[in-house]
């Protein structure tokens, strides 16, 4: 589970940072990510997991395992700013081994 610091709630902030953020997708998922300018507030991520994906335990098991891999991922991602990741219906199929893999190479092309 991502601390409370680390969560991204503000629907102004999601869709900000889905229309503005540099945008990297794979088969399973697409990153949207706004770097902030060094402030002190830290890098809050949020989650997009449609009804496309499947039904409701579906969509909390994709999202539970994308959760865990962000906050694997926290010392390698930028320090401030706000990162959405959104699931697309194959993450429904996929394993977690290849979530993190989809998860790792949208990261290095978004440039964090």
């Known amino acids: 589970m991502l601390t ?3 969560r991204l709630v503000a629907s102004r902030t999601f ?3 889905v229309r503005r953020g540099r ?3 794979t088969s399973t998922l697409v990153l949207h ?3 902030g300018q060094g402030g002190s507030d830290p890098l809050e991520i949020g989650f997009v997991v449609s009804k496309a994906v499947g039904p409701a335990v579906t969509r909390n098991v994709v ?3 994308l959760r865990h891999i962000a906050r694997e991922r926290l010392p390698v991602l930028p320090g401030t700013g706000a990162l959405v990741v959104r699931a697309l219906p194959p993450a429904a199929t996929a394993s977690y081994a290849s979530l993190l893999a989809d998860f790792d190479a949208a990261i290095a092309r978004v440039g964090a």
């Open 4 to 6: 409370r610091s680390h």
């Open 63 to 65: 999202k539970r395992r």
């Open 23 to 25: 945008r990297a997708g």
């Open 15 to 17: 869709a900000h940072t």
């Open 33 to 35: 990510l706004i770097a």
